[in-house]
C-alpha cells in the first residue's frame, strides 16, 4: 500500500521513511523467524531480542510478558560458561541474522561488555565463530 503511494508521490518523504521502517520491520520479522529455528544460536539470545521487540511495539499482554522474563531469568547466571555462551550467542547473531543485530545494536553491544569483562583478549577471539 506504502510502496503504491509511493509511486504516485515519489517526492513524499514521509512515505519514503514509512516504507523504508516497513522494510526494516519486514527484514526484522524474517530474521525472527529464521532465528528461532536456529540450533546453533544460544536461546537467551533470541529470547532477549523477542522480549525488547514486544515490548517497543507493545504487543504482550501481561502473561506472556511476565513469561518471557521468568524464562530468562530462570537462566540468567553470572557463571563465566553462561557468560561465554552468552556472548558466543551475540557473534553469532551478529554474522547470521545482521538486521535484528542492528535493530538493537546498542543493546547488544553493552550486553557484550558485561558477559565479556572478565575475559582477555584471547578469550574474547575465541567466541568468535
Known amino acids: 500500500m506504502v510502496d503504491l503511494a509511493l ?5 513524499n518523504a514521509e512515505l519514503k521513511q514509512l516504507s523504508q521502517r516497513l522494510q526494516l520491520l519486514s527484514g526484522i ?3 525472527f523467524e529464521r532465528a528461532s529455528r536456529d540450533d ?12 525488547w521487540f514486544h515490548e517497543e511495539f507493545d504487543l504482550l499482554t501481561d502473561f ?3 513469561l518471557l522474563t521468568m524464562a530468562s531469568e530462570q537462566y540468567l547466571s553470572d557463571t563465566p560458561m553462561f557468560n561465554e555462551l552468552y556472548a558466543a550467542g551475540i557473534v553469532y547473531l551478529k554474522k547470521k541474522y545482521p538486521c535484528l ?3 538493537y545494536q546498542e543493546r547488544w553491544q553493552e550486553l557484550f561488555k558485561q558477559k565479556t569483562a572478565g575475559l582477555n583478549r ?7 565463530l
Open 122 to 128: 584471547d578469550e574474547r577471539r575465541s567466541l568468535r
Open 7 to 11: 509511486v504516485a508521490d515519489k517526492n
Open 29 to 31: 520479522g524474517k530474521e
Open 64 to 66: 506472556k510478558d511476565s
Open 101 to 103: 543485530y542492528r535493530y
Open 40 to 51: 546453533r544460536l544460544f536461546p537467551l539470545v533470541i529470547l532477549d531480542a523477542m522480549r
